[in-house]
């Protein structure tokens, strides 16, 4: 699971990516699978030949790429793979997403007044910010 799987799904090639990136997108809250229901929700995951190992032939069931949908955080997530190389495990560049967009709830910072959000994505990404080349050129002349 790479960050190459998420350029793949936002580019509609699903056959490149295994379907447990699917799940662990959906249990994150990046994707949504169309078809949940209260029956379907403890295994909707498992692929056919699992469930015959596990469940009663009665529950065979798995999921389609088709009936994933992808959701708002979703096209956050795609706006931070510019930081990260492709061969970056997914896991890193979810759990950066998850916890900038669980500071976007926080309010502000009492100490500083910056937006919680604006400080925990500074704190993951700030490095990358461009920097005004100018002060640098003429020796850091405060303006």
């Not at 998420?6 to 994150?28: E, P, R, W």
């Not at 759990?95 to 400080?119: K, P, Q, S, V």
């Amino acid at each position: 699971m790479t960050v190459q799987d998420i350029i793949h799904i936002s580019a509609g090639k699903f056959n490149a990516v295994h379907k447990s990136v699917g799940v662990l997108l959906h249990d994150t809250g990046f994707m949504r699978y169309k078809k949940l229901t209260a029956d379907n929700y403890d295994y909707w995951y498992y692929e056919v030949s699992d469930i015959k190992k596990d469940k009663p032939n009665k529950n065979n069931f798995t999921y389609d790429w088709t009936d994933m949908e992808l959701t708002r955080k979703f096209d956050f997530l795609l706006s931070l793979t510019k930081y990260h190389s492709e061969e970056t495990n997914i896991h890193k560049i979810i759990n950066n997403a998850l916890n900038i967009l669980a500071a976007g709830n926080d309010g502000r910072n009492m100490i500083t007044g910056r937006l919680c959000y604006d400080e925990v994505f500074d704190m993951y990404y700030g490095k990358h910010k461009p920097k005004v080349s100018q002060l640098e050129l003429f020796g850091g002349i405060n303006c």
